[in-house]
């Protein structure tokens, strides 16, 4: 027979568990409205291009970061659909533009790394259009959020924080990998080139004494006689 009291516990207790698996489920599940993010290879002398198709008055972010190669930058350019340059940039290593659409239409910008010869590039971006929807939609509803609607509405909004935060620092656990391999490649060389170095040097002193004791040898022999 349960104690008196328990069920009131057990219900409190299960509300607090509901209001924190309520947003992990949705971020999860639906994720965020519109957005696109993608980590992409581009070679060098080459652009590349994406489309977004995009309705007038919708705000839009795009945030993009160069994580390999060469000197960490690209160029970068979007035009709406009338071929308006809204936003254009040279040899940035990482930016971010907010914007709102002034017209509806496919939308483009392109990352460019026509400026390097032979160093390709690992690029990530993302755009999103449009904010995310709300947690608790506000249509049909006569009154406001309740305790526990407040707190899930909280959790939500730190769980978005929480996986911007993690994808910035995997973008820089990569580039901090990547110019660790770089510089442990360019350590490599000048190891083997100092080796090589210190092998000519060693191989011509030795052949720069003997030559000494040749000549000496010789002229010895020329006195005598």
Not at 114 to 128: A, I, M, N
Not at 167 to 193: C, I, K, P
Not at 200 to 216: C, E
Request: proline share 4%.
């Amino acid at each position: 027979m349960p104690r008196p009291g328990s069920a009131p516990r057990w219900a409190a207790a299960a509300g607090r568990w509901g209001c924190l698996l309520l947003p992990l489920l949705l971020l999860l599940l639906s994720g965020p409205s519109g957005a696109s993010e993608i980590t992409f290879e581009l070679p060098d002398n080459a652009k590349q291009c994406f489309y977004e198709d995009i309705t007038q008055g919708t705000k839009c972010t795009l945030e993009f970061q160069v994580i390999t190669g060469g000197h960490y930058d690209v160029d970068c350019r979007l035009e709406d659909p009338d071929g308006k340059v809204l936003y254009k940039e040279m040899k940035k290593q990482y930016d971010s533009f907010t914007f709102t659409a002034s017209r509806n239409g496919t939308y483009k910008f392109c990352f460019s790394n026509e400026f390097s010869t032979f160093t390709h590039k690992t690029v990530y971006f993302d755009f999103q259009v449009g904010e995310d929807p709300p947690l608790f939609p506000s249509e049909n509803r006569v009154s406001a959020l309740t305790q526990m609607e407040s707190a899930c509405v909280s959790i939500h909004e730190a769980l978005k924080s929480v996986i911007d935060y993690q994808t910035h620092f995997r973008l820089r656990e990569a580039q901090g990998r990547s110019r660790a391999e770089d510089l442990n490649t360019r350590v490599a060389y000048w190891s083997v080139g100092e080796a090589l170095i210190l092998l000519v040097v060693s191989i011509g002193q030795v052949f720069l004494l003997k030559s000494f004791f040749s000549d000496k040898r010789t002229t010895t022999t020329r006195v005598g006689s």
